[in-house]
């Protein structure tokens, strides 16, 4: 499975972003998948995952009511939308299963001015 990111940008705080990631391969569907961030210097961290059939969702605490993670597994496609955007939401933002099995993407840069 390759995984593509998109989405990312630079956006004043309280805005909000679309994140999109898309997989190719057939096993997309049947994982568990996830949004992970990275800022600099700290480690990456899981911020949103899915079940594969999209009916149970967890969140961090540090995003949780402002961040919400969808699927369509007919598209192999996984989404972030991030509201209320903060500064400290400055990250590349990655998927992958959960736990990770696939090789990681790009990522794409979200970037959170005051």
């Known amino acids: 499975v390759q995984l593509v990111e998109s989405g990312g940008g630079l956006v004043q705080a309280g805005g909000s972003l679309r994140l999109s990631c898309a997989a190719s391969?057939?096993?997309?569907?049947?994982?568990?998948m996830g949004w992970y961030r990275q800022a600099p210097g700290k480690q990456r961290e899981l911020v949103a995952r899915i079940t594969s059939g999209g009916g149970i969702t967890n969140y961090a605490d540090s995003v949780k009511g402002r961040f919400t993670i969808s699927r369509d597994n007919a598209k192999n496609t996984m989404y972030l939308q991030m509201n209320s955007l903060k500064p400290e939401d400055t990250a590349v933002y990655c998927c992958n299963a959960v736990p990770p099995m696939y090789h990681w993407g790009q990522g794409t840069q979200v970037t959170v001015s005051s």
């Open positions: 391969g057939s096993t997309f569907s049947i994982n568990v």
